[in-house]
């Protein structure tokens, strides 16, 4: 297929406004299904992992084919929660055009505004269809007036409905004002003379159209004003430039329940749509960008990759420039060649094999261990890098351990390939607690992430909230005399250590000075005594967490020439410690987070008033777009479960990122009730 027959669209928007079933729509009209499946039951091409069809809702995006009037489309399902908003913007990255579907009943949501944004930074020419146009409390008219509100003049309606809710029964081309009604059953919309009840409507929205059309040519502007209006390609052409552009974004209608508007928006994909040639290169982070081509050099990007359990490891990829090959040898941007074997093109989860794929191509390769999302395959002699998309950070933790400890191997595994296949999935091992954490966007994400480590790798996992790391420090000078002596007969123990333990700044750590004279302690011993000193402050003084930003100075001791050995000096030092923690009044430190919370002003107040709540500090706020963004730093102990906490407050229309900043002394009534926690725990 020539590039300029193919359109690659991603269907993208908030959860549950049908983007799956506007999909599956799309794929029956256009004949590639001879059954629309439902959600949640697993027939749908697109929704076919357990976890999609137990919770009836997309959690990864998924690739399907429909060939309508001799031209392929690539349809790209995305998952509209935030959770998984990941594959959404993946999804976007192998996409010409992303349509956004929104609910008649819902209107524009807050992963919509997101998603459009993103959109917008990918530089992706983007459409909109109002869907469930025949729900109860469906209404055309809120629903344009809130995406003008939402996102400016360039909203430009096509097609106006014909009836609502339940009456709906066609829709109207705003170009050429012709009507379209559709028969129970029809697939396709008859040709009627246009409806009385939206001749107003319907008149509105076409001189809207046609004063922006004319707007672009001078020649066209003088000929409105003589009574002389465009043409419907002289439409088509300026509202396809202004979608390329992102000046224009049209508006369709459509009902995927009723099949209603399903083969027009097929039409609207050839006629406006953006093909692959027409599409600039992604950002780049290297090299020089290509004009897209079947011939010259490959330059191709991997935007998704996917564990299946019959041919192992999936990798998908779009192709920009030049044409894949099956048994190609590519050079990887990061470093190394792969070699492409068994091309294919995905069907959801069922597999076509290709030979090739030229520029435009959307398709995968399997048994590919080196390819993750995010790389950049090109041929040999092009430099040329595309910038991996940019992901939310991981803004929810749980400390996972096998269930059983024969597992332990199998979930290192496990976690290895959750994380090379999913870029906002982050493990890590914590050192200051000895814990594993497993960090994703919410505890949806964590939680689904968890089901398919037990379906796909077969082990059970306990999970729980990550142990705070707390630590301590000291406000005070103390001396210490450290000593070690021990007699049972033969040789004995024996060693001395005199240190001054003094408080450092903040962030300063550890540190051991020498301040011996005259031999009082062997030079062989000293390390020994630092040694013992550490040993001692990584176990705590004060509720068992590691002493931190302290100097040790190890200034006289004694030794016996026979019982003295480096044991008898670390014991010695470990001595020193103790003898010196009730002068050294220690106190506890816990970990500050700094972050970053964008919410629509409305919410401004809530979120301030409930920072202050969990004993944090504003630093700051600003505004971007419409959108309040505030910056504070808050306890980790206050913002564990901060991802449900903003959602319940905003109704999900607010998003944090959040990372470790510093440490800072825990009030007196907080440290008190953690210390008596690890006294008890410890008894």
């Known amino acids: 297929m020539i590039p300029e027959r193919v359109r690659n669209v991603a269907l ?290 991997v935007f998704k990759t996917v564990s299946d359990p019959f041919v192992g490891r999936v990798s998908l990829f779009r192709t920009f420039t030049g044409t894949v090959k099956a048994d190609q040898e590519l050079e990887l941007a990061r470093g190394g060649n792969v070699r492409l074997h068994n091309l294919f093109k995905l069907q959801g989860k069922d597999h076509e094999d290709v030979g090739e794929l030229p520029a435009g191509g959307i398709g995968a390769v399997a048994k590919v261990e080196d390819l993750h999302p995010g790389d950049t395959l090109r041929s040999p002699d092009v430099a040329t890098v595309i910038h991996p998309v940019s992901y939310p950070r991981p803004a929810a933790e749980l400390a996972i351990s096998p269930h059983s400890h024969h597992d332990e191997e199998k979930l290192s595994t496990a976690l290895r390939r959750i994380e090379e296949s999913d870029p906002t999935i982050r493990v890590e091992r914590r050192a200051e607690t000895g814990q594993t954490i497993l960090a994703g966007l919410g505890d949806t994400h964590l939680d689904v992430t968890l089901a398919r480590i037990r379906r796909m790798f077969g082990v059970e996992v306990d999970a729980s909230l990550p142990l705070i790391p707390y630590r301590e420090t000291i406000t005070a000078t103390a001396e210490a005399e450290g000593k070690h002596k021990k007699q049972t007969g033969g040789r004995g123990q024996f060693g001395v250590a005199f240190v001054r333990f003094a408080p450092l700044p903040r962030g300063s750590g550890y540190e051991f000075i020498d301040s011996v004279k005259g031999g009082s302690v062997p030079r062989g011993f000293i390390p020994a005594v630092d040694k013992g000193i550490q040993e001692a402050l990584e176990r705590g003084v004060l509720a068992g967490y590691p002493v931190v930003d302290i100097s040790a100075e190890l200034y006289d001791g004694k030794y016996h020439s026979v019982d003295s050995d480096e044991m008898s000096f670390r014991m010695a030092g470990i001595q020193a410690v103790r003898d010196a923690a009730p002068r050294l009044r220690p106190v506890l430190l816990e970990p500050i987070m700094a972050m970053v919370v964008r919410v629509p002003e409305e919410y401004t107040g809530d979120i301030m008033g409930d920072i202050n709540a969990k004993r944090g500090r504003v630093l700051g706020m600003d505004t971007d777009g419409g959108v309040r963004v505030i910056e504070a730093h808050v306890p980790m102990s206050e913002v564990q479960r901060y991802a449900v906490d903003l959602r319940s407050m905003t109704s999900g229309r607010g998003t944090f990122e959040v990372e470790f900043d510093h440490y800072e002394e825990v009030p007196h009534h907080e440290a008190q009730q953690i210390i008596a926690a690890s006294q008890k725990a410890e008894d």
């Open 12 to 301: 993208v928007g908030h959860g549950g406004s049908g983007k799956t079933s506007l999909a599956e729509a799309l794929l029956f009209v256009g004949g590639a299904i001879k059954r629309k499946g439902s959600i949640g039951q697993g027939t749908t091409v697109f929704d076919y992992e357990p976890e999609e069809i137990d919770r009836g809702i997309s959690l990864s995006l998924a690739v399907a084919t429909v060939e309508w009037k001799g031209t392929r489309i690539n349809l790209i399902d995305t998952p509209g929660a935030s959770d998984f908003v990941g594959d959404a913007r993946s999804g976007l990255r192998a996409a010409d055009l992303a349509l956004f579907v929104v609910s008649a009943v819902d209107g524009v949501e807050v992963q919509t505004e997101q998603l459009w944004r993103a959109a917008d930074e990918e530089g992706i020419p983007r459409a909109i269809v109002i869907n469930k146009l025949d729900r109860d409390r469906a209404s055309y008219q809120r629903v344009l007036e809130e995406l003008r509100h939402s996102f400016g003049k360039s909203i430009a309606p096509i097609q106006v409905p014909i009836g609502s809710e339940s009456s709906l029964r066609g829709l109207v081309r705003v170009a050429t004002e012709r009507a379209y009604e559709y028969e129970d059953g029809s697939v396709t919309g008859k040709q009627v003379d246009l409806p009385s009840e939206v001749e107003d409507l319907v008149h509105t929205a076409h001189v809207g159209l046609v004063e922006t059309v004319v707007e672009t040519d001078d020649e066209m502007m003088e000929a409105y004003f003589e009574g002389k209006e465009p043409t419907r390609e002289q439409i088509v052409d300026v509202v396809h430039r202004g979608i390329m552009s992102g000046e224009i974004s049209p508006v369709l209608v459509a009902s995927a329940e009723k099949l209603i508007g399903i083969d027009l928006l097929l039409d609207f994909f050839i006629d406006y749509g953006p093909n692959p040639l027409e599409r600039a290169l992604p950002p780049l982070a290297g090299g020089e960008a290509l004009e897209p081509s079947t011939d010259g050099p490959v330059l191709a990007y």
